[in-house]
């Protein structure tokens, strides 16, 4: 499985959350509700969809079962941060919707959104 899309919105908040967004498998499979934290050293991770249970905890619903997919799916969307994060002017404190392209398909357009 490759990550054929990363789509992320910049959040401007007090809190750990930078960005949230999805990322598709293989042109096929969207996964949503990824979030782009920041941990309390100041290194930026990446959050998989989770829900709360009735204990208060939390679990995760969506996440890869292996090193290797896990590794390829966090480097693409921090990759995908940290262009994202180049590219926006100083001091924005609007969030901005950011679609980059995938760079094996650059036919897609910046700032274009498809609806899922």
Not at 50 to 65: H, I
Not at 69 to 78: A, D, K, Q
Not at 79 to 91: A, F, G, L, R, S
């Amino acid at each position: 499985m490759k990550v054929t899309d990363v789509r992320l919105s910049v959040i401007n908040s007090d809190n750990a959350v930078r960005a949230i967004g999805s990322f598709t498998l293989d042109e096929s499979f969207v996964i949503k509700g990824i979030r782009v934290m920041e941990g309390k050293d100041g290194k930026n991770f990446v959050s998989f969809p989770s829900r709360a249970k009735a204990d208060g905890t939390y679990e995760d619903v969506a996440f890869p079962l292996n090193k290797e997919l896990y590794t390829e799916i966090v480097n693409e969307i921090l990759n995908t941060y940290q262009k994202v994060m180049d590219e926006m002017p100083p001091n924005q404190e609007q969030a901005k919707q950011v679609d980059l392209p995938d760079e094996k398909n650059e036919t897609k357009k910046k700032g274009k959104q498809k609806s899922r």
